[in-house]
């Protein structure tokens, strides 16, 4: 009776599962690491995508506090975007009070100035019935004046009222800054300038006020400019500090998923050199059946079961027409790495002959021209790229 081939024989699942169960946890912990590292690198490429992009924009005057920047090092973007909360409140509140300051030019070139003309106009022309008394502070009364064509020459109307409910607007359906509550004032007489002609009383008195008007502006210019170039520096400032912050949270990152890559790496090491303290010896009836199963494998299976014995054993040169390969010189790893892939390997090969012998395409002199150059010719000559192996 012959014995029972040792490399078929299975080994007890209670001596293998924990470290098949160890195996598996950690390929987990790599493969969640690996997906997260591939997210983060992508994250970090468009971030420094457009941080370029808004570099290359804002080049012009931005070195300097791109440098006052650099000496923060924040560390993270949670204080970085609570001041630039604060910083953005604190410019709404200066643009405020610009806009209050506006608003008292308004209030005396609408009330004021406005009444003291129109009053004037009213007294000398004495015409009780004409609606244009006030033609500044509300919407022209097109069709109570019949001024037909009006539209058709001013593209966009404005008069003090809709300016003044623009500026009680809630913040973001009003003006964003003073400099378009300006324009719109402006508007106003350039309208009636415009529809008017230069003789018209409209025309003189719109002219009037836009140059005392420009006069005010004039005196609050240097204020709106002053706080346009802090709001531009501070914006320019604050999204520095963001910046800093994305970079110095994503290199954090990076060296997160570095540590953690790292300790994987070490429970495989530390699981492999258990693994060799654990493998039991093969015994020597073992190793002569593996030197024979060895001499089974394909050309391509046999390269790779040398690869396998190189890459625990660094003596070993698996290169070159003939390769020594003595079992006994080998490391109980080693041979354990070596039988379960040999095993797996002639399952794979036969797998392969299956599928061959059932296929009527295939020629029959193929196939003993493809086994001959596997195993060597009929004369019983060795193939000469054919590893020469030595079992024991």
């Known amino acids: 009776m012959m014995d029972a081939d040792p490399l078929s024989q299975p080994e007890p699942r209670d001596y293998l599962e924990p470290f098949r169960v160890s195996v598996h946890q950690i390929l987990n912990r790599v493969n969640q690491c690996l997906v997260q590292l591939e997210k983060q690198v992508t994250e970090v490429e468009q971030f420094y995508e457009s941080t370029d992009n808004i570099q290359g924009n804002n080049s012009k005057g931005g070195s300097l506090v791109k440098e006052k920047g650099r000496e923060k090092h924040p560390t993270g973007t949670k204080k970085p975007m609570q001041d630039a909360s604060h910083t953005e409140a604190a410019a709404a509140k200066r643009m405020q009070e610009l806009m209050r300051q506006f608003s008292t030019i308004l209030r005396q070139a609408s009330a004021k100035n406005l009444q003291h003309f129109c009053s ?25 004046l019949r001024l037909h064509d009006y539209y058709e020459v001013i593209d966009k109307p404005m008069d003090f009222s809709t300016i003044k409910s623009k500026m009680e607007a809630k913040e973001g359906q009003g003006y964003n800054n003073v400099r378009e509550i300006y324009a719109d004032v402006r508007l106003i007489f350039k309208n009636a300038m415009k529809y008017n002609n230069e003789k018209h009383d ?9 140059e005392k008007f420009e006069e005010k502006w004039l005196q609050l210019l240097p204020k709106v400019a002053e706080e346009e170039k802090r709001q531009l520096e501070e914006e320019a400032q604050a999204q520095l500090d963001i910046q800093l912050a994305q970079e110095t949270t994503y290199a954090n990152k990076a060296k997160d998923i570095s540590t953690e890559l790292y300790e994987v790496d070490m429970q495989l090491k530390s699981l492999k050199e258990m693994v060799i303290q654990k493998c039991r010896k093969l015994s020597t009836q073992e190793k002569k059946m593996l030197g024979v199963t060895l001499g089974k494998l394909s050309l391509e299976n046999l390269y790779r079961a040398l690869d396998v014995v190189a890459e625990t054993n660094p003596i070993f040169q698996p290169t070159g027409d003939e390769v020594d390969l003595d079992l006994d010189a080998q490391s109980d790893y080693t041979l354990w790495r070596l039988k379960a892939f040999v095993k797996d390997a002639l399952e794979e090969q036969e797998k392969v002959d299956e599928g061959a012998a059932v296929n009527p395409n295939d020629n029959p002199d193929d196939k003993r021209n493809k086994k001959r150059r596997d195993s060597g010719d009929s004369s019983g000559k060795t193939n000469p790229k054919r590893k020469k192996l030595s079992a024991l």
Request: charged letters at 20%; aromatic letters at 14%.
């Open 120 to 144: 004037n106009l009213y007294e000398f022309l004495q015409i009780t019935q004409h609606k244009w008394a006030w033609p500044f502070l509300d919407p022209v009364d097109v069709e109570g």
């Open 202 to 210: 409209v025309h003189v008195m719109a002219k009037t006020l836009l």
